[in-house]
């Protein structure tokens, strides 16, 4: 049997989950990883002269080499929605964004609410072979909000958590239920919190901008009051959940609040909050409609510090894929969402530029914390544990480029960016799944 050897050299490895961050040298061997020592200078001499045991050296000096980034929020759109991405692109995405792990909403065509859908998911993603993909169930029969998914049956086909994101699920009751049920089988709900009737015709963030852009307008209250009910939720039936895409001021403060009482309270925000505000749309770009709505720089300025405070613990890009069948259209009438594994971590970096967290941070935020929060197990940089990771190269400048994007959909409001920092090696259970260390 040919033995795969690879020897990651000098790279400053980080890893929040075993409390490493130091110069150091990570040998795997067969997909796992077999041995992490401080770096030495020179290469180990080798014991025995057989070429073939010799490991491959990847040169990880002036880069981080972190465990493999999962991003819990994405939308793959296959089953259904083929023209826009299938698991295989969104797949090569995710390891040419740095991501090993993504998690997969259930809003395809069919909704995956069953067996067969999350079967055929995996079985897709098996065959794309370059990210592990955890596909997130529905919480209600065809995300109509009116009975609950099968969750033993969810469960048994391998999803790890339950969302009806897309839409909220209006109705309390139901969510009470789902929250108590999905408990008993160890399933995260996440939560998009949406009133719908406040959000009623309103297409963008409500507000001074809205009136003069003469668009109707959403306004925080429409995801604050929902974050208000589920955390009264979670508090009646002890169960956790996981507040998605949060992008209001208010909602912080809650989930901040429900923290200190002790609740199983985890959310997540999505680059474009701490990146963009409402600004983004004034000349109609439909490539910043997304929903919730992006706000206020006020807004965008609470997010930033409840990711500095350990508020928010987890940053996910909701890559929402989009042909130009939904975005070129009057702004009222467009698709809402944008792509997201491509840019994540460059924008998520520059949060570290900015000294508003460690890398540390991010990379807890961007790993170890969503690995934590859906129990996916066997994660970080030790020994016997399987070698999934990603070396990011800090002062690597670019300029983004839709057209160079490996997803089939070109929905980025940060077409022409410059960004400094990005992913160069992606590595996936001893596999390399992407590679421009050499460019
Ligand atoms: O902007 C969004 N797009 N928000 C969502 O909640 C759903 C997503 C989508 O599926 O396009
Ligand atoms: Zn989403």
Same mark, same amino acid.
């Not at 009482?261 to 997540?268: M, R, Y």
């Given at each position: 049997?040919?033995? +795969?050897?690879?020897?990651?050299?000098?790279?400053?490895?980080? #890893?929040?989950?075993?409390?490493?961050?130091?110069?150091?040298?990570?040998?795997?061997?067969?997909?796992?990883?077999?041995?992490?020592?401080?770096?030495?200078?020179?290469?180990?001499?080798?014991?025995?002269?057989?070429?073939?045991?010799?490991?491959? *050296?990847?040169?990880?000096?002036?880069?981080?080499?972190?465990?493999?980034?999962?991003?819990?929020?994405?939308?793959?759109?296959?089953?259904?929605?083929?023209?826009?991405?299938?698991?295989?692109?969104?797949?090569?995405?995710?390891?040419?964004?740095?991501?090993?792990?993504?998690?997969?909403?259930?809003?395809?065509?069919?909704?995956?609410?069953?067996? +067969?859908?999350?079967?055929?998911?995996?079985?897709?993603?098996?065959?794309?072979?370059? &990210?592990?993909?955890?596909? *997130?169930?529905?919480? +209600?029969?065809?995300? !109509?909000?009116?009975?609950?998914?099968?969750?033993?049956?969810?469960?048994?086909?391998?999803? *790890?958590?339950?969302?009806?994101?897309?839409?909220?699920?209006?109705?309390?009751?139901?969510?009470?239920?789902?929250?108590?049920?999905?408990?008993?089988?160890?399933?995260?709900?996440?939560?998009?919190?949406?009133? !719908?009737?406040?959000?009623?015709?309103?297409?963008?963030?409500?507000?001074?901008?809205?009136? %003069?852009?003469?668009?109707?307008?959403?306004?925080?209250?429409?995801?604050?009051?929902?974050?208000?009910?589920?955390?009264?939720?979670?508090?009646?039936?002890?169960?956790?959940?996981?507040?998605?895409?949060?992008?209001?001021?208010?909602?912080?403060?809650?989930?901040?609040?429900?923290?200190?009482?002790?609740?199983?309270?985890?959310?997540?925000?999505?680059?474009?909050?701490?990146?963009?505000?409402?600004?983004?749309?004034?000349?109609?770009?439909?490539?910043?409609?997304? +929903?919730?709505?992006?706000?206020?720089?006020?807004?965008?300025?609470?997010? !930033?510090?409840?990711?500095?405070?350990?508020?928010? #613990?987890?940053?996910?890009?909701?890559?929402?894929?989009?042909?130009?069948?939904?975005?070129?259209?009057?702004?009222?009438?467009?698709?809402?969402?944008?792509?997201?594994?491509?840019?994540?971590?460059?924008?998520?970096?520059?949060?570290?530029? =900015?000294?508003? =967290?460690?890398?540390? #941070?991010? *990379?807890?935020?961007?790993?170890?914390?969503? &690995?934590?929060?859906?129990?996916?197990?066997? %994660?970080?940089?030790?020994?016997?544990?399987?070698?999934?990771?990603?070396?990011?190269?800090?002062?690597?400048?670019?300029?983004?480029?839709?057209?160079?994007?490996?997803? %089939?959909?070109?929905?980025?409001?940060?077409?022409?960016?410059?960004?400094?920092?990005?992913?160069?090696?992606?590595?996936?259970?001893?596999?390399?799944?992407? #590679?421009?260390? %050499?460019?």
């Amino acid at each position: 049997m040919k033995t +795969s050897r690879y020897l990651i050299k000098g790279g400053r490895v980080i #890893d929040p989950a075993t409390g490493i961050d130091g110069f150091m040298d990570i040998l795997i061997e067969d997909g796992t990883i077999v041995k992490i020592e401080k770096s030495k200078a020179q290469s180990p001499k080798p014991n025995d002269t057989d070429q073939n045991l010799q490991p491959e *050296v990847i040169d990880a000096s002036e880069k981080i080499v972190t465990p493999g980034l999962i991003d819990m929020h994405v939308h793959l759109r296959e089953p259904g929605h083929e023209y826009k991405e299938i698991i295989k692109t969104g797949c090569l995405a995710a390891a040419h964004g740095g991501f090993t792990t993504i998690c997969c909403m259930p809003n395809t065509d069919p909704v995956n609410d069953n067996q +067969s859908v999350t079967d055929y998911i995996l079985k897709k993603a098996k065959l794309a072979g370059t &990210a592990r993909v955890y596909p *997130v169930g529905a919480i +209600s029969r065809g995300l !109509r909000g009116k009975s609950l998914a099968e969750y033993g049956e969810l469960k048994a086909a391998g999803v *790890v958590a339950v969302s009806d994101d897309g839409n909220p699920v209006m109705n309390a009751q139901l969510m009470r239920r789902a929250l108590e049920y999905a408990k008993g089988f160890g399933l995260l709900v996440i939560a998009h919190c949406e009133d !719908r009737n406040l959000t009623a015709n309103g297409v963008m963030n409500e507000g001074v901008t809205a009136t %003069r852009l003469g668009l109707a307008g959403i306004p925080n209250a429409a995801e604050t009051v929902m974050v208000a009910r589920d955390i009264a939720l979670c508090e009646l039936t002890g169960a956790p959940l996981h507040i998605a895409h949060v992008s209001a001021e208010g909602s912080v403060r809650l989930i901040r609040k429900a923290k200190a009482h002790g609740l199983p309270v985890t959310a997540e925000t999505a680059p474009h909050y701490f990146s963009l505000t409402e600004e983004a749309v004034i000349n109609y770009d439909t490539n910043a409609k997304v +929903s919730p709505p992006l706000r206020t720089a006020k807004d965008r300025d609470a997010i !930033r510090k409840a990711l500095a405070d350990g508020t928010i #613990d987890v940053i996910a890009s909701d890559h929402a894929p989009h042909s130009s069948i939904e975005k070129d259209l009057e702004f009222d009438q467009a698709a809402n969402g944008m792509i997201g594994l491509e840019t994540s971590l460059p924008l998520s970096l520059q949060l570290v530029e =900015m000294g508003l =967290m460690s890398l540390n #941070d991010l *990379v807890a935020k961007m790993s170890t914390n969503p &690995a934590r929060i859906l129990n996916l197990g066997h %994660r970080g940089l030790k020994p016997g544990n399987p070698a999934d990771l990603t070396i990011i190269d800090p002062e690597k400048k670019f300029t983004v480029d839709p057209n160079t994007f490996k997803s %089939r959909s070109r929905n980025t409001p940060f077409n022409g960016w410059e960004l400094k920092g990005k992913a160069v090696l992606t590595m996936v259970g001893g596999k390399i799944v992407f #590679d421009e260390t %050499r460019e």
